[in-house]
């Protein structure tokens, strides 16, 4: 047997250890990101504390599964892994009430936003479920590339065709609202 460093029976350490420093750095790094993630995704905003338990629900998962956690690509695997709560969530979720109105008003006329914001949604409500999650990983949680491809799990030449494509169809989609309000 060999007992010299490097042998065959010692296991290598090429990979840094995920230990609590390593979570550490994970929730420093990650965790506004992945509140923010769910703040955008949930009704109407959802409420805050629902945001704040859904993210701690996947950075839970990251500790119990931190092997699985790839290096260098964390936030992609926990976005991936924030879609599959999200979509849990969604299937025990009931009726909301009503969003409590902000202490301070603000100079934008809310029918304004209301029309805009309908305008999206209904544009956005066209389109597949895959198209909506592509363009809004990039457009509300920064996502692109060699990211975006993990968090869809396809290549990135895989990843920048879907967004070309839901963009295509995204584009479409506005044409066609902006014609049916024309007429």
């Not at 955008?40 to 599964?65: C, F, H, K, N, Q």
């Not at 009503?98 to 304004?112: H, I, L, N, S």
């Not at 029309?115 to 692109?144: F, N, T």
Request: net charge negative.
């Amino acid at each position: 047997m060999d007992d010299s460093p490097g042998s065959q029976d010692e296991p290598p350490h090429d990979r840094p250890a995920h230990d609590e420093a390593w979570f550490g750095a994970l929730f420093d790094a990650h965790s506004r990101a992945l509140y923010s993630y769910f703040v955008r995704r949930l009704p109407d905003g959802g409420r805050a504390s629902d945001a704040e338990d859904l993210a701690a629900e996947v950075l839970a998962t990251a500790w119990r599964r931190r092997d699985d956690v790839p290096d260098g690509a964390e936030l992609p695997w926990l976005y991936r892994t924030a879609g599959y709560l999200l979509a849990n969530h969604r299937r025990k979720m009931r009726a909301l009430p009503v969003a409590v109105v902000p202490d301070e008003p603000d100079d934008v006329d809310p029918a304004t936003l209301a029309v805009d914001d309908d305008a999206v949604r209904q544009v956005l409500s066209r389109l597949s479920s895959r198209d909506r999650r592509i363009l809004l990983l990039v457009a509300w949680d920064g996502l692109s590339g060699d990211d975006l491809a993990q968090v869809l799990g396809v290549s990135r030449g895989g990843a920048d065709a879907a967004l070309s494509r839901a963009r295509a169809r995204l584009r479409d989609a506005w044409d066609a609202h902006e014609q049916a309000v024309d007429a």
